[in-house]
C-alpha cells in the first residue's frame, strides 16, 4: 500500500491539531482546578492576539475541580513547552510561584 504524500502530511496535521487541543484543556482544567481564569491568564501571555476559539471550546469542556482530577505543574509546564507555549508557560510559571508564597 503506497502511501500518498499529501495524505500523510494531512494526518500529520491532523494529529497535531487534535493534540494541540488536548494541551489547551489541559491548561483550560489546570486553571479551574487552581481557581484561575484560564482567559485572563491567556490574554496576559498574548496580549495582541484577541479571542481564541479553540480556548473557549476548552473552557466549555472543563469540569469542576471537585470533578477534577489533579494535573501536575510540572505537567503543565511540559505540554506547553512540548508546544511552544513559552509565553503562556512563564505566566502560569509566575502564577504557581505566586501560589507557593500564599
Known amino acids: 500500500m503506497k502511501v500518498d504524500s ?3 502530511e494531512k494526518k500529520i496535521i491532523q494529529n497535531y491539531q487534535k493534540d494541540e487541543h488536548m494541551m489547551i484543556l489541559v491548561f483550560a482544567q489546570w486553571c479551574v482546578n487552581h481557581d484561575l481564569d484560564p482567559h485572563a ?3 496576559k501571555a ?3 492576539q484577541g479571542a481564541n476559539p479553540a480556548l473557549q471550546q476548552a473552557i466549555d469542556l472543563t469540569v469542576s475541580k471537585e470533578e477534577s482530577e489533579d494535573i501536575a505543574d510540572q505537567t503543565l509546564l511540559g505540554v506547553l ?3 511552544g507555549n513559552d509565553d503562556l508557560a512563564f505566566v502560569v510559571n509566575e502564577e504557581i510561584h505566586n501560589r507557593k508564597k500564599e
Open 46 to 48: 498574548y496580549p495582541d
Open 41 to 43: 491568564l491567556y490574554v
Open 81 to 83: 513547552s512540548l508546544f
Open 6 to 8: 499529501k495524505d500523510l
